[in-house]
């Protein structure tokens, strides 16, 4: 079992729906980030969040340590907003990211 | 710029081949990471710098693979004896690490994509 699941793998949703993925990992963290990756690769980050809620704009992530489980949520979604999430957690006492396998997202207008 | 920057952004190769991709942090950068995602998944860690210190090699990263960063800048990822499964993107991150905050954010290059045919 990975150490870090997201859900869905895929979504396809309607512009302007509200949009929730899911993390849950199976070990002590220090912190836990969100990150979007568009075609082409490269990685931008989101959050990074070690307990409560970070609002960005029309994201919001929030983190439950005591259930190890994260949501990203994208309110009033837009096609631009289709890309590959990706959460991704620094093991406590580690130095490196693991990352779940991401949720490909699709907004269509 | 001042970002991650990643060269070549694309290679193609022969299986056999050596090749070799560059990795420019963030400049005050100290601490420099690389990655390798293959095709639907999310990255794995490979191996990270501490200035020009390597301190953690993933057991995924075999003995054709050597990285190095030898005057705590930029990186180079070299990878011998290429086979058709090392095909991925290779991400090099970076990261400011050492003062008081907990943890620290990691800024991703855009990768370089490598083809083994």
């Known amino acids: 079992k990975n150490e870090v699941e997201q859900s869905p793998q895929n979504l396809t949703a309607q512009e302007g729906e509200f949009i929730t993925i899911n993390c849950s990992y199976s070990?002590?963290?220090?912190?836990l980030h969100w990150l979007q990756q568009h075609p082409g690769g490269g990685i931008v980050s989101l959050f990074m969040?070690?307990?409560g809620k970070k609002k960005h704009g029309r994201l919001i992530a929030t983190i439950n340590i005591q259930e190890k489980h994260s949501s990203l949520h994208i309110t009033a979604s837009h096609p631009r907003d289709s890309a590959v999430y990706i959460c991704?957690?620094?093991?406590?006492?580690?130095?490196?990211?693991?990352f779940g396998q991401g949720t490909r997202l699709t907004i269509n207008p | 710029d001042t970002g991650v920057s990643q060269n070549p952004r694309h290679k193609i190769t022969k299986r056999g081949q050596n090749v070799t991709f560059r990795c420019d942090p963030i400049?005050?950068?100290?601490?420099l990471y690389w990655y390798r995602q293959t095709l639907g998944q999310g990255p794995e860690f490979l191996t990270y710098?501490?200035?020009?210190?390597?301190?953690?090699k993933s057991r995924l990263l075999s003995d054709r693979f050597s990285a190095e960063r030898p005057k705590g800048s930029f990186s180079t990822l070299e990878i011998q004896r290429t086979e058709q499964g090392d095909s991925a993107m290779y991400l090099c991150?970076?990261?400011?690490?050492?003062?008081?905050?907990?943890?620290?954010?990691?800024?991703f290059g855009p990768g370089t994509r490598l083809t083994v045919t």
């Open positions: 991150a970076s990261s400011l690490e050492g003062g008081l905050a907990v943890v620290y954010e990691q800024y």
């Open positions: 070990v002590g963290i220090s912190a």
């Open positions: 969040l070690s307990s």
């Open positions: 991704a957690v620094r093991v406590q006492g580690a130095q490196k990211l693991v």
């Open positions: 400049s005050e950068h100290n601490r």
């Open positions: 710098f501490q200035n020009e210190a390597q301190l953690e």
